[in-house]
């Protein structure tokens, strides 16, 4: 009964976020003080010294506390995408669409690996993640981890397909995990930032995949996607 509660829940937050983002978004860009946001419709946009990081892993005392692969789900479900409805090869436009805090980025299909009946090639869409830019304070903050997608390189994917696709003019889907959402195509490990990570120009971020100021956590992280990248992309 708990599980089916909070499925139903996750299915309600989902559906809530979109609302918001596919239905008010217009709205939010044109009508809230947001010290620019609504000025980043592209990653091209992102000047540099107009964004910085609002967190990184390790920035916290527990982050490091029993902190490995296991944290972010099984073995058997891969770190918590196994169970995603479609897992393709995409190529991000750099497009962003955005409330305050969640982020839509564009993307193109250039293959499906599961999911041949919900996606297909060439197919041009939107992705949402719950976590983006942020005014805070008079400026604004990048609120993930997970960095944005980088228009020079190519990403497997992990995602559902959004309830509320059939009402918007490009399909919409959800990442399926939070954390390994998508996965940069290639063999080169992210770095650890600098312990003072609001120190960094979001703008010169777009080489690491992820933020993290603990070298263990990093290793962990690296590992993930190698593991991930391993057995949805090469084997695949």
Known sequence: MLRRTKISFDKLLALMLLAVAVAAGVAFQRNTPDCGIADLTS????????????????????????????????????????????????????????????????????????????????????????????????????????????????????MDKSPLSSHTKVPVYILHSEYFGYIRIGSQDTKTLVSDYKSYDFSALKEYEFFSISDSITEVLNSVRRELLERYYEKG
């Open 43 to 158: 990653i091209d946009k992102i000047q540099a010294g107009t964004v910085i990081l609002n967190y990184a892993w390790g920035g916290h005392i527990n982050d490091e506390k029993g902190m490995t692969a296991s944290s972010f789900g099984t073995e058997s479900d891969k770190y918590g995408v196994d169970a995603a409805t479609v897992i393709a090869v995409v190529s991000p436009t750099g497009n962003i669409h955005q409330t305050e805090g969640s982020l839509g980025q564009e993307l193109v299909i250039k293959e499906v690996r599961k999911g041949k009946d919900i996606a297909a090639v060439g197919e041009t869409s939107f992705v949402y993640q719950y976590f983006g830019f942020c005014a805070v304070d008079g400026r604004i903050e990048f609120l993930n981890t997970l960095n944005l997608m980088n228009t020079d390189r190519e990403y497997l994917i992990f």
